[in-house]
């Protein structure tokens, strides 16, 4: 989420929505939306609102531990994830939960740490839970009430201690300049026993800390803006945790160019301003936002770092930038893409390969409802990037949920990661109450949605006669902050309901081979921003998976995959040297299937898993 206050999201949505991008023509669109989406329309309520699912088996529901059961503005909604083992740690604006879900259809409640804390996105590294904290209000000792002396502010990246999960440890405030909206790790790669969080604090520099200057120079090195803070952690010793450098990887980086007119468009965008929203508020954003001069980026709002190729991905405000982390001290920028079509920059997901990266546009800061059927596709949605060989990103297509939700929802692409299909990339992200949606980016031309899950919404509309303060306590903010694959199961933190956890089910654009190929990938410990290379362990369902899908895109002849199916059928029910024999032999058949083959690619992949599979034949 990128800013707690509508008028605040508004104003900065109205200042960063104006930059150049490529027009409709030069990237692929979808429909948008439908009007027989089965999502349209759902019944109103808390914990009894409509449902509409595609694809997807809602296994279990969990309310919000009670010392955050409230829906009450943002100071108890529950925000991201982080696993290890069988454990899901759940951040809340005022703390977070640790949940057991060795049974998905029964999550048991391990412990919930009280501790305000602002947005509170978690990471977790071996025994070390990392929370976020940003604002004004955060105190060391996580105390409610208040800062009563600036001795007291906490902002940065607390640390606990949860070897004991029943009983975490609150070790080290690491403070920082900016606070922490969100952070990333990335581990060093000459020391095992070190890591780096990389710090994205959107609040200016702290008059009350030492050291911390505000300017406008981004190439001054005493400035605290235009950079974030890296805390380098001692894992043996995290008390010695401690910002080290600053990534300064805005240095050289211009204004975002924006189109003409950007007044106008500036006080149409306006004219949406939530209703409850002062007169003198609403003119202020719309002189704030035609006023504003043009600046660079000074901070990301997130960064997703793929530590396994180096890269870095970075969710800017007015840029999305490719970085290379090689040494995560001195990080080098590789790229930066703009787009008029963006608001806010603000989450990637790569491919596996590292040969793509979709971003989020988080319109309207997350509290607000743009996913209604007037709203442009290309606003609050996701775009593909390719990163092409010499580094540099090549814009390809837009996708957003085909769907009109309602003006009581807060909409807008939001945070996600990949479902390890082998051969396709598949990703899950939430939408707030727009709810959790899979799609599917292998072409990154033609995006499209493989399932659903979604609520209606969770107030009523406004009813014929209502009060101006009965119409303000119907703006709840819920939904799917962000929905995580994770050892078979999806999982989504439901901002004013609790955890949701569901299971993909086979569909025609989903085989049954694929999900439990998918299954076969398990990862102890799973930080979505810090993301983990995917691999496939040796298994007839791999190679089934390739052979589904050039059946589903015909990228090889009916005969051939007819042929193929019975011949792993065939050795499947052989063993030791006679299976190895026939998986080689098949092996050598399906490569010379690739001279020709439409989709050549995938059959020499398919070739590729056969031959593993035969060494790994005992």
Avoid at 14 to 21: D, M, R, Y
Wanted: with cysteine; charged share 20%; net charge positive.
């Amino acid at each position: 989420m990128a800013f707690p206050r509508r008028i605040s999201a508004l104003a900065r949505t109205l200042a960063l929505s104006l930059l150049l991008a490529p027009t409709l023509q030069e990237l692929g669109a979808q429909t948008y939306p439908r009007a027989d989406d089965p999502r349209n329309g759902l019944r109103a309520g808390l914990m009894d609102a409509g449902t509409a699912l595609k694809g997807l088996r809602l296994v279990s529901t969990t309310p919000k531990a009670a010392v955050f059961d409230t829906a009450r503005g943002l100071t108890f909604v529950n925000s991201d994830l982080a696993f290890r083992g069988n454990l899901v740690y759940q951040g809340n604006f005022a703390g977070f939960s640790i949940w057991d879900v060795s049974n998905p259809a029964r999550p048991t409640l391990v412990s919930a740490v009280q501790c305000i804390t602002s947005q509170g996105d978690p990471t977790i590294y071996g025994n070390l839970l990392f929370v976020s904290a940003e604002g004004g209000g955060n105190r060391n000792d996580c105390a409610k009430g208040g800062v009563q002396d600036p001795s007291e502010h906490m902002a940065g990246v607390r640390i606990y201690d949860v070897s004991n999960p029943r009983a975490p440890r609150l070790v080290k405030n690491v403070q920082t300049c900016k606070g922490s909206h969100t952070h990333t790790l990335i581990p060093s790669r000459t020391n095992r026993g070190v890591v780096y969080l990389y710090v994205s604090g959107s609040q200016g520099a702290r008059a009350e800390m030492a050291g911390c200057k505000n300017g406008t120079d981004p190439a001054d090195e005493t400035n605290s803006l235009y950079r974030l803070d890296v805390i380098r952690v001692p894992l043996a010793d995290p008390m010695k945790a401690e910002v080290v450098t600053g990534a300064r990887i805005f240095t050289g980086l211009g204004a975002a160019p924006r189109r003409q007119g950007g007044a106008q468009a500036a006080r149409r965008a306006a004219a949406e301003t939530p209703v409850d929203t002062s007169a003198a508020a609403r003119a202020a954003a719309v002189n704030n936002a035609a006023a504003a001069a043009p600046m660079g980026p000074r901070n990301c709002h997130d960064v997703t770092a793929y530590p396994a190729v180096n890269l870095l991905a970075g969710a800017c405000g007015s840029y999305g930038l490719l970085v290379d982390i090689s040494n995560p001290e001195k990080p080098v920028r590789l790229d930066a893409a703009a787009d008029t079509n963006f608001s806010l920059w603000h989450t990637a997901v790569f491919s596996n390969d590292g040969k793509r990266v979709v971003f989020t546009d988080e319109w309207g800061g997350g509290t607000s409802p743009n996913c209604q059927a007037m709203h442009a596709l290309e606003m609050g949605g996701n775009t593909t990037l390719v990163i092409t060989p010499n580094r540099k990103f090549k814009q390809h297509a837009y996708f957003k949920i085909p769907t009109a939700q309602t003006a009581q929802e807060n909409c807008v692409s939001h945070n996600g990661g990949l479902i390890p299909v082998p051969g396709r990339d598949i990703m899950v992200q939430g939408w707030y109450q727009g709810g959790v949606n899979v799609i599917d980016f292998t072409d990154p031309d033609r995006p499209f949605e493989i399932g659903f899950f979604d609520r209606g919404p969770v107030d009523a509309p406004p009813a014929t006669g209502d009060s101006a303060a009965i119409s303000r306590a119907r703006g709840t903010i819920a939904g799917s902050w962000g929905a995580y694959y994770h050892n078979g199961y999806i999982y989504s933190s439901e901002m004013a309901r609790g955890l949701d956890i569901l299971e993909l089910l086979p569909s025609d654009q989903l085989s049954a081979n694929e999900l439990e190929a998918a299954k076969l990938v398990r990862f102890d410990q799973y930080n979505p921003q810090s993301q983990p290379r995917i691999v496939w362990p040796a298994a007839f369902p791999v190679v089934r998976s390739y052979l589904d899908q050039l059946v589903r895109n015909e990228g090889l002849s009916a005969m051939r995959t007819t042929a193929i199916g019975r011949a792993l059928d065939a050795a499947e029910r052989q063993s030791g040297a006679a299976r190895r024999t026939a998986l080689n032999t098949l092996a050598a058949q399906v490569t010379r299937d690739a001279n020709g083959a439409r989709d050549a690619a995938r059959v020499r992949a398919m070739a590729t898993a056969i031959r593993d599979l035969a060494k790994a034949t005992k």
